[in-house]
């Protein structure tokens, strides 16, 4: 997918995520990483981490060699959808207290992403 193609998905979504409130918590943390995974795709394609003809679809996913290349060039983005990630497991998956807390960290997680994007 294009960087374009990437952006134009993120803003869609996020267009979607400005609806909700943060007692939308689980739909706030999943779109979040939805978005926040097309504005690491475009990060990764930026920085040639990662061709345009490869997307990554979770940062756990990426392999070790992958990780580090990663982290050398973009640390804040990459910790910054790992934590959406854990939010995922803990409130959308799961049943832990402190929904609205994850949303604000889910959307303060996103706008990094966003910027390490280059928007």
């Known amino acids: 997918m294009t960087p374009e193609e990437h952006r ?9 995520l400005a609806r909700l409130t ?10 979040a990483m939805l978005a926040g995974t097309h504005w690491f795709n475009i990060l990764l394609h930026r920085t040639k981490l990662f061709p345009e003809t490869r997307d990554a679809m979770h940062a756990e996913f990426l392999t070790v060699g ?19 990630e854990a939010l995922r ?15 604000r960290t889910a959307r303060e997680c996103l706008a990094r992403l966003r910027n390490a994007a280059g928007r």
């Open 22 to 31: 943060d007692a939308d918590y689980e739909a706030i943390v999943e779109g």
């Open 89 to 103: 497991t803990l409130q959308v998956r799961g049943d832990m207290p402190g929904g609205e807390q994850a949303a």
């Open 66 to 84: 992958e990780r580090r290349r990663v982290a050398a060039k973009a640390a804040d983005a990459l910790a910054a959808l790992d934590s959406i």
């Open 8 to 16: 134009a998905k993120a803003l869609r979504i996020e267009h979607s």
